[in-house]
């Protein structure tokens, strides 16, 4: 095993086997020799290493070791592969990619732009956190913020539909600030920047703040205050009270955790 290799392809800047221990339980629809690669046809010439994303740079897949092949998706030019899903970055410039994703139960052919608020899935990166159950933890890069931040997002069981969970989250040396807690099912830590550091007060970046009572209080009432406001207004005064009780509820246990850098 291993003592003799076999040429396939070139100018090849990423792979993945197309099968995986989930989708190898699926039967007819897993191809223990599928293949994905993401290949420049027009390269000629000595191969450098992409600098940047390149819509030249396409997706391609092969059942039979490369003796024949097929397009999976245009500018599809890295591949992140899951027991679930495979996520695609496909180019729509070199500065920037679309967040494409497709699923084990279609042989990780089914190709669907990640569907996320505020166009969030167009990004220079983002990182598969974790996919230890169907949903999905999606960390994508913020520019807006100077800091090398980004957004947290969880995925619905299909994959595809993204709810943005936290802002803010640190990034550094590589890495994003995100762990998952082994003896607690369902429990993780993130490193949020707090972005409004230093407004008002003579404290040096990177000081910690401790999050009291008050502020979780304070916080609260200022959700609970967006999200009556942001109600409809043909709301009955009641349903303005039940979101208004549920948002203090969901957001008690997000503050809690929360460890803000001052």
Not at 40 to 68: A, C, I, N
Not at 211 to 240: H, L, P, Y
């Amino acid at each position: 095993m291993g003592n003799s290799w076999q040429y396939l392809k070139s100018y090849v800047f990423d792979f993945a086997w197309g099968t995986t221990t989930f989708s190898s339980t699926l039967g007819g629809k897993n191809v223990e020799s599928r293949i994905f690669i993401t290949h420049d046809p027009d390269l000629k010439g000595h191969q450098k290493t992409r600098e940047r994303w390149k819509q030249s740079v396409h997706l391609y897949y092969s059942d039979d070791f490369f003796k024949t092949q097929n397009n999976a998706l245009d500018a599809g030019n890295s591949i992140v592969m899951t027991n679930h899903y495979m996520f695609v970055a496909k180019a729509i410039s070199s500065e920037a990619v679309k967040i494409h994703v497709a699923r084990a139960e279609a042989g990780f052919l089914d190709f669907r732009l990640a569907r996320m608020p505020k166009n969030y899935h167009i990004t220079d990166h983002f990182t598969v956190m974790d996919t230890s159950e169907k949903s999905v933890f999606l960390y994508v890069s913020d520019k807006k913020v100077k800091e090398s931040v980004g957004n947290l997002f969880v995925s619905d069981g299909l994959g595809y539909r993204f709810t943005h969970s936290l802002e803010n989250i640190i990034k550094g040396a590589g890495a994003v600030d995100f762990e998952t807690v082994e003896s607690l099912d369902g429990t993780y830590i993130a490193n949020r920047y707090d972005v409004n550091h230093g407004k008002g007060t003579s404290q040096a970046a990177g000081h910690l703040r401790s999050v009291t009572e008050e502020d979780i209080r304070e916080e609260e009432m200022a959700q609970a205050e967006r999200s009556r406001m942001s109600s409809g207004a043909n709301q009955s005064k009641g349903q303005r009270l039940t979101s208004n009780s549920a948002a203090k509820k969901g957001n008690r246990g997000e503050l809690e955790q929360l460890e803000a850098f001052d």
